[in-house]
């Protein structure tokens, strides 16, 4: 497909509003390409400065249980089995048994066809998008590489949503958007966005992954951002976590920083999830202080603001245990993964 | 040519096989026994310490893996090393420990022959003190010693009663090693640059990074957070005769640690220190069924 080409695609209600009802891969074309470039020396002196924070005490407590709040809760293994949503749901559900006052986890994210095991082994813990409990996250279309027909992406979608996921983390079409389709990229998001539609109307929200590992450039991740928003994503999330890199505090805070943009610009409030190669509460606590320094702390909520994490988990439990107690904890007092 | 420019070397802290500074950015000054200015050494954190904690117990299943066999060379080259670098060590323990040339000469050759000897034991402390039991049945019964996990230890401190550092650290070192345990281990406070010299010939021999920590620094200040750690299985307070050590022992009450109390000097080489580090496990194996 090449620029000249004018292809109609899917009505999306943003970009129709933002660029018009003359939505084609020339016009999505023009308007990404005319977003400015990225100071990438900038961005990253801006990250690795806002890293220098120091959080002490009551200030690092309450951080260590917002972080827990926000954690996506991961398993993606090709060994998954029920045995072991099971237990990842037990401990979502009490992540520190020797501690109750410990919050919960914001949700788990599995494997679409796990995801019938974790809806059961919540039981009357599950939100279903609710305010309160926990939700159930399922990857699809052809997760973690994206490459398969819209076809089968979209099946996938809809099994997962019919199982009773309440978000959906969809990959885009890396090999798509690095040959300057955005067209493509734009429309099975928006496909996909469709598919996440339940029976009876509401709508599943879609987390789209941009994994930005692949995208090579600070330019290609703002743009993926603008399109991925643009077509309609509900949460704009880094990576898989089967990508090297995954989630950096750079990628990250520029994703932040288009989401702080469309706000300005609509009003309207988009979510960030970096995922993947979040280990320590101390890397975690920097992302807080990104999220606070660049949308503001309004964003600190599970609805706009999400960790992609499995470890990162027991390492904040760990620290907690430290403040509590005084003493330093070991990996024996938390349970394993 | 101008005149040589001493060039003084920059003291760190080991910890996992590299040498970081403190996290704490804290040094100290070591002097030698007279008074005069040495050189500026770390002075460990508390977070040092529980750095050193994760990186000793990242290494310890590896170390403990190895073959006893295996083991006794790895230790063994620690000794050739140790050779290879006498001159450095006499010169360290004669301006640091301000002992005399004869005596700092003494003091490497009883380091030497001390490591020398428990890597030695690597593939012998099995034998020795394991043991197969009578039991009543138609069963093989076998309790063997097992490595106890992390050890942290504080090393003898007063290092101008009993020579000049070097002996007292590598008495304390080589016994929780020789079974597969990794160690976290407080310099002298007051000798410390031994220890680091130590620690750069462990980096260059067969150790595995984060088998051997070592902290320079206040004992009295990090000995606390190491008995309360709770991923610290055992604690060595031999140099801790001069410290607060009884609620040392209370702290590590808590998370069910082995503790060796303190001694006063330098303690003689003995297959107890090896065997202390140690836990029993037994197996019951049956026999003659068919």
């Known amino acids: 497909m090449t620029i000249e080409q004018s292809v109609a695609l899917a009505p999306a209600a943003r970009a129709i509003q933002l660029i018009g009802t003359d939505l084609t891969e020339k016009s999505l074309k023009l308007h990404l390409d005319g977003l400015s470039g990225v100071d990438a020396v900038g961005l990253e002196a801006r990250a690795a400065g806002l890293a220098t924070r120091s959080i002490k005490t009551t200030s690092k407590a309450w951080a260590l249980d917002t972080i827990i ?15 072991k949503v099971q237990s990842l749901v037990a401990k979502a559900m009490n992540p520190d048994p020797s501690d109750p006052t410990t919050p919960r986890v914001a949700a788990v994210c599995v494997y679409g066809d ?33 490459r398969a027909s819209l076809a089968v992406k979209l099946a996938d979608t809809r099994d997962a949503v019919a199982a009773g996921a309440d978000e959906i983390d969809m990959v885009i079409d890396r090999g798509a958007f690095l040959s300057g389709r955005y067209g493509v990229v734009f429309e099975q998001i928006v496909a996909v966005k469709e598919a996440c539609r339940r029976d009876d109307g509401s709508m599943a929200h879609l987390k789209v992954i941009l994994e930005t590992g692949e995208l090579n450039t600070y330019d290609n991740v703002r743009k993926a951002s603008w399109l991925a928003i643009l077509a309609g994503a509900d949460f704009i999330k880094t990576s898989t976590g089967k990508v090297q890199p995954a989630a950096t505090l750079p990628v990250t805070l520029l994703m932040l920083q288009v989401v702080n943009d469309w706000n300005r610009l609509t009003g309207e409030k988009i979510g960030v999830k970096p995922a993947g190669g979040i280990r320590s ?13 660049t949308v503001g702390e309004e964003w600190l909520h599970p609805h706009l603001f999400r960790f992609g994490a499995s470890s990162l988990l027991n390492d904040v439990l760990l620290q907690r245990q430290k403040l ?7 990996p024996d007092y938390v349970t394993i993964d | 040519m101008t005149a040589h420019l001493t060039i003084p070397k920059t003291y760190k802290l080991y910890i996992g096989g590299a040498f970081p500074r403190s996290e704490s950015g804290r040094t100290y000054e070591v002097a030698t026994r007279s008074g005069a200015f040495l050189a500026n050494a770390a002075k460990a954190s508390r977070k040092d310490a529980r750095d050193a904690v994760v990186a000793a117990r990242a290494a310890q299943s590896g170390w403990a893996g190895a073959t006893a066999y295996n083991r006794g060379q790895v230790l063994y080259r620690i000794a050739e090393l140790l050779e290879g670098r006498r001159a450095q060590f006499v010169d360290e323990l004669r301006s640091a420990g301000g002992v005399t040339e004869a005596a700092a000469q ?3 050759d009883a380091a030497i022959d001390v490591w020398v000897w428990y890597a030695g034991w690597a593939d012998k402390y099995l034998q020795v003190t394991g043991n197969g039991n009578a039991v009543s049945g138609p069963y093989f019964n076998i309790s063997t010693p097992e490595p106890t996990g992390v050890v942290a230890a504080i090393a003898p401190q007063d290092a101008a009663a009993w020579g000049g550092g070097l002996l007292g650290l590598v008495s304390v070192i080589a016994p929780v090693l020789v079974s597969g345990n990794t160690l976290v281990v407080v310099a002298s406070e007051s000798t410390p640059l031994p220890a680091i010299s130590l620690a750069e010939v462990l980096a260059t021999s067969d150790v595995p990074g984060g088998v051997v920590n070592i902290l320079t620094g206040s004992p009295a200040e990090i000995a606390p957070w190491l008995a309360s750690h709770a991923d610290v299985n055992a604690l060595d307070l031999t140099g801790a005769e001069g410290m607060d050590w009884i609620d040392l022992q209370i702290a590590a009450a808590d998370t069910l640690k082995r503790v060796l109390p303190p001694e006063s000097g330098i303690p003689t080489p003995s297959l107890d220190r090896v065997q202390f580090y140690t836990e029993t496990k037994t197996v019951w194996h049956p026999k003659g069924i068919v």
């Open chain 2, 106 to 108: 003494r003091e490497v």
């Open chain 1, 114 to 146: 796990m995801v019938a095991d974790a809806v059961a082994a919540l039981g009357s813990a599950h939100a279903a998008g609710g305010p309160t409990g926990i939700n159930v996250a399922a990857v699809a279309t052809a997760f973690p590489s994206g």
């Open chain 1, 324 to 330: 509590k107690t005084g003493h330093y904890s070991g």
């Open chain 1, 69 to 83: 709040r926000l954690i996506d809760l991961t398993t993606l293994e090709g060994a998954d089995t029920p045995g």
């Open chain 1, 281 to 293: 509460s101390k890397d975690a606590i920097r992302y807080l202080v990104t999220v606070a320094e």
